[in-house]
C-alpha cells in the first residue's frame, strides 16, 4: 500500500484521551483541532519548568537523494521503538511546507508503517501556523508601503526595504515583481518579490522564540529596511508592527500534539527550511517533549551539514539545549546515488558505486563526532532491494569508521522493525552526559564562522565573495558580530554545486548575498545561487493529488 492508504487505514485514538492516559494532560489544557489533533496551552508548558529534562536524541541524514533517506520515517520508527521497549519517548518534527508538498515531496509525514497522523492534514493546512505566520509577515509587508504612501515620517528608503512578501507555495514567478502599478492612488512604485514561508524570519522567530513577550520583542527587532543615510535601520517596531503581528501568532506559538500509527504522541511545530533557513522545530515543542518524557526524538532537516549544524550552532546556541547522541540516517540506494548510479537503475547491486558513494557517510559522521561533539549512531533505512552483499560491506565500512552501525525496517514493520535502533540509542545516551561542541565560537567574525563551516564541513578550500558582501558584513561586524551563521546552500551536495556527489574537497563556496534577520539573531549567508523562493518541477506532485467524492484524498505520500 502506498504511504496515504496505510495513514488512511491507521485506528487512530481521540488526543485528548491519549494526552491524558500517557502524560497525564487534563483537557483543559488542550485546545482540539477536531479529534486527532490539539494545541497544548503555553500556560501548561509553563507549569513543566521544574520538571528534570529527559535525554534528547538528533535525528539527521547524509546529503539528500532523489531516492530518498526516510529521515523524519526514522524520527516516527525509533520513537515508536522507544515506546515499545518501555522507554517513555515523545517525537518532536516540523510541520510540511505546502511548496515541497505540492511540489517534489507530496508529503513529510513520515512514511510506510512509521507515520504521524492524521497524515492529510498534517501536510495540508494542519492547525494554520503557517497560515498565521505568512499574514503576519505580509502585515508587516503592508504596512511598510502604507507607511510610505502616506508621507513616509521615517524617511525609509525603498530602495532598500530588505522586506520581501512570502506566500506557503513554490512559485518562481514571484520572485522578483514590483509593487505600486496604475498611479499614485496605488503606493509608491518599486521592486519588491516574495519568499516561502518557511523561509520567513517569522517563522524563525516563532521556531526560536521562549514566550509570547520575547516573540513580541523579537518581532519588534525585525530590520525592514534603511533610512536615506543608507546606514540607519528601521525596525518593525518604528512602524508599531509587533503588537499586530504577535496577535496573529497567539495560537500558532502553542505546540501541536498529535499521534503515530501506534498511538505514541508526537508534537509537531514550527517548519523552516534548512538549506534556506535554520531547519528546526520549535523550541518550545523541544522542551515540552523533554519535561514531559523521558527521551525526545528531533528531526533537523536534509544533511548533517545543514540541519544538524543549525540545530548545533544556532537553536542550541540560544536555547541552552543539550543533545545527547545523534542517529545519522543512511540508506543503500542513496549512498549508491552518492557513488555515481542513475536513480532508474539505484535497485541494482552495485558495491562499487556503495563503496564510492560511502564518502558523503564517512563526512557526515567525521563532522557529528569531531566538530559537533556527539556519539553518533548509523541507521540504515532498510529498502527491499538491498542485497546481503551490499549490506555486509556497508556495515563492513562502519565498522572500519569505528561506527555503530543498525539495520532499522520501520518503514515495514513500524517500531518493531527498530527496536534494535532504540536498544541501541538507549545504551548510548545513558552512558553519558549530553554535551556537544560548537562549530565556531561567538567571537569569531562573521566572514570567519562563515570560513569555518565552510571549510571544516564542507571541505572547502577557499570562500570567496564580492566586495559589496564582504563590506555588508563589516558594516555589521560591530552591532551583530555575536550572530550565529544561517547558510542558506543546496542540500543537494557539500559543495555550492548541486551535481557534486560523495564528499567534494579543494572547491570554492562563494557567498552570493547576506541578510540580516535581527529579530531571529543570526545572519543568512546565500551560497552560491541558493533561491529563497523555490519552483515546481517539470512533473510537480501537485498533478497527482485528488480527492474523490466521499472527500478522500489521495496521491500524498
Request: proline content about 4%.
Amino acid at each position: 500500500m502506498s504511504d496515504i492508504e496505510i495513514a488512511q487505514q491507521a485506528t487512530m485514538q481521540p488526543i485528548i484521551d491519549l494526552a491524558q492516559q500517557h502524560y497525564g494532560i487534563a483537557a483543559e489544557h488542550l485546545e482540539p483541532y477536531g479529534h486527532y489533533k490539539a494545541k497544548l496551552s503555553l500556560e501548561y508548558v509553563n507549569s513543566l519548568s521544574d520538571r528534570p529534562d529527559g535525554k534528547l536524541i538528533l535525528v539527521t541524514a547524509i546529503s539528500p537523494t532523489p531516492a530518498g533517506e526516510g529521515k523524519t520515517t526514522t524520527t516516527v520508527g525509533l520513537g515508536d521503538a522507544l515506546n515499545r521497549i518501555g522507554k517513555k519517548t515523545i517525537m518532536c518534527l516540523r510541520e510540511p511546507s505546502l511548496g515541497p508538498c505540492f511540489g517534489v515531496k507530496g508529503g513529510a509525514a513520515g512514511g510506510g508503517y512509521a507515520q504521524v497522523v492524521p497524515m492529510e492534514d498534517i501536510n495540508l493546512h494542519f492547525t494554520g501556523d503557517f497560515h498565521a505566520i505568512g499574514v503576519a509577515h505580509n502585515l508587516l509587508s503592508a504596512l511598510i508601503d502604507n507607511h510610505i504612501n502616506h508621507g513616509n515620517e521615517l524617511d525609509i528608503d525603498p530602495r532598500r526595504i530588505q522586506w520581501k512578501r512570502v506566500v506557503d507555495m513554490n512559485d518562481r514567478a514571484l520572485r522578483n515583481i514590483v509593487v505600486g502599478m496604475g498611479g499614485p492612488a496605488n503606493g509608491y512604485l518599486r521592486e519588491d518579490g516574495y519568499d516561502i514561508v518557511v523561509a520567513s524570519e517569522v517563522m524563525a522567530i516563532l521556531c526560536l522564540a521562549t514566550s509570547r513577550a520575547d516573540l513580541k520583542a523579537r518581532l519588534g527587532r525585525i530590520v525592514i529596511g534603511y533610512k536615506s543615510d543608507k546606514i540607519t535601520p528601521v525596525y518593525a517596531s518604528d512602524l508599531n508592527a509587533q503588537g499586530a503581528m504577535a496577535a496573529l501568532l497567539k495560537d500558532a506559538i502553542k505546540p501541536n500534539l498529535v499521534q503515530t500509527l501506534e498511538n505514541n504522541i508526537a508534537i509537531i511545530h514550527g517548519g523552516p527550511f534548512a538549506n534556506i533557513a535554520h531547519g528546526c522545530n520549535t523550541v518550545t515543542a523541544t522542551k515540552t517533549a523533554l519535561k514531559l518524557a523521558d527521551y525526545a526524538v528531533t528531526e533537523a532537516g536534509f544533511g548533517a551539514d545543514l540541519g544538524a549544524e543549525k540545530f548545533i550552532d544556532i537553536k542550541c546556541r540560544m536555547s541552552g539545549l543539550k543533545p545527547s547522541a545523534v542517529v545519522l540516517v543512511a540508506t543503500i540506494r542513496a549512498l549508491k546515488f552518492h557513488g555515481g548510479v542513475a536513480k532508474e537503475a539505484l535497485n541494482q547491486e552495485n558495491l562499487a558505486a556503495l563503496a564510492q558513494g560511502f564518502a558523503n557517510l564517512e563526512r557526515h559522521y567525521h563532522n557529528i563526532t569531531q566538530h559537533y561533539g556527539l556519539p553518533c549512531i548509523i541507521s540504515i533505512n532498510h529498502f527491499t532491494f538491498d542485497t546481503e552483499a551490499e549490506l555486509a560491506l556497508l556495515q563492513e565500512k562502519c565498522a572500519e569508521l569505528g561506527a555503530k552501525c543498525v539495520l532499522a525496517k520501520h518503514w515495514a514493520h513500524g517500531g518493531a522493525g527498530a527496536e534494535e535502533l532504540a536498544e541501541a540509542v538507549v545504551a548510548m545516551v545513558d552512558n553519558r552526559e549530553p554535551g556537544f561542541s560548537y562549530v565556531y565560537e561567538d567571537q569569531l567574525s562573521l566572514w570567519e564562522k562563515i570560513e569555518t563551516i565552510a571549510t571544516k564541513l564542507y571541505g572547502a578550500s577557499k570562500v570567496t565573495a564580492n566586495g559589496k558582501v564582504k563590506a555588508q558584513l563589516a558594516a555589521w561586524q560591530a552591532d551583530y558580530g555575536h550572530f550565529p551563521i544561517c547558510m542558506a546552500k543546496t542540500q543537494m551536495s557539500f559543495a555550492t554545486d548541486a551535481n557534486l556527489k560523495g564528499a567534494p574537497s579543494g572547491h570554492t563556496l562563494d557567498i552570493s548575498d547576506v541578510k540580516l534577520a535581527n529579530g531571529a539573531g543570526f545572519v543568512v549567508a546565500i551560497a552560491g545561487d541558493m533561491m529563497t523562493m523555490p519552483g515546481l518541477p517539470k512533473i510537480p506532485a501537485a498533478e497527482r493529488i485528488d480527492i474523490d467524492d466521499n472527500g478522500v484524498i489521495s496521491g500524498l505520500f
